[in-house]
């Protein structure tokens, strides 16, 4: 039974590229997060979505930053014309059910490095 | 808001040593609360978690109880070992609208050494 899946693992990406990121959730999850962690910081709330809805993007800048997660296939964070600023490990988590009391299981995070 | 505040590291400690990190939370209503675990390089994995008042989690020798009245949620183990070098996180989700989100503490990064 496989486990949250982020992929890339590392992104180097130069300023003003585009930065994709995937993650498929673990079988059966329908409800996923996205976290970024910037040196040294905690993980900070990004957006919750669910199949093709985004419930939450409280936490994504306005901004350069997108997410999706169709019907089929991985869930997708954007970036756009990313800077420096962007450099951050960026991690999925999925759960079971809305009401995630049996908490969020993570991928291993995309490290992304902007140059 | 929602918070939450980890004593601040890093801790060392050598094998066999008694361990306890420090987490209070701010939140409305009766959040959960969990301790994550990060190895170097890895994702988080969830270490223990507790949901109500006065619950206590434990996995791996560590525990944690849920003090409402100083809105606490501490982490300890009796005795470390240098496996456990990684950083913990403390967390919160306050349920409600807040759906699964979850609220980070700051991270403390623990080595124990031989």
């Known amino acids: 039974n496989a486990g949250v899946m982020q992929n890339p693992r590392h992104l180097v990406r130069r300023r003003g590229q585009e930065a994709r990121l995937r993650c498929s959730p673990m079988?059966?999850?329908?409800?996923v997060y996205w976290y970024r962690q910037l040196p040294e910081e905690g993980l900070k709330f990004m957006v919750y979505?669910?199949?093709?809805?985004?419930?939450?993007e409280s936490g994504m800048p306005k901004e350069r930053f997108s997410a999706e997660f169709p019907k089929e296939g991985p869930s997708i964070l954007r970036i756009q014309q990313v800077v420096r600023g962007d450099s951050a490990a960026y991690f999925c988590?999925?759960?079971?059910?809305?009401?995630?009391?049996?908490?969020?299981?993570f991928g291993p995070g995309t490290r992304l490095l902007v140059l | 808001g929602n918070s939450v505040t980890q004593m601040e590291g890093p801790v060392t400690l050598s094998e066999e040593a008694f361990l306890t990190i420090n987490c209070t939370y701010t939140?409305?209503?009766?959040?959960?609360l969990f301790w994550y675990v990060q190895y170097p390089g890895e994702g988080l994995q969830l270490l223990l978690k507790?949901?109500?008042?006065?619950d206590k989690g434990s996995n791996k020798g560590f525990e944690a109880t849920y003090r409402k009245e100083t809105t606490s949620f501490h982490l300890e183990k009796g005795s470390v070992q240098v496996s456990d070098s990684a950083v913990y996180f403390c967390?919160?989700?306050?349920?409600?609208?807040?759906?699964?989100?979850?609220?980070f503490g700051q991270g403390t990064i623990l080595t124990v050494h031989p």
């Open positions: 939140a409305t209503g009766y959040p959960s």
């Open positions: 979505l669910q199949k093709e809805n985004i419930i939450d």
């Open positions: 967390a919160l989700n306050a349920g409600g609208t807040s759906y699964g989100k979850l609220t």
């Open positions: 507790a949901t109500k008042a006065d």
């Open positions: 079988k059966g999850h329908s409800h």
């Open positions: 988590a999925s759960s079971l059910s809305e009401n995630s009391q049996m908490g969020q299981y």
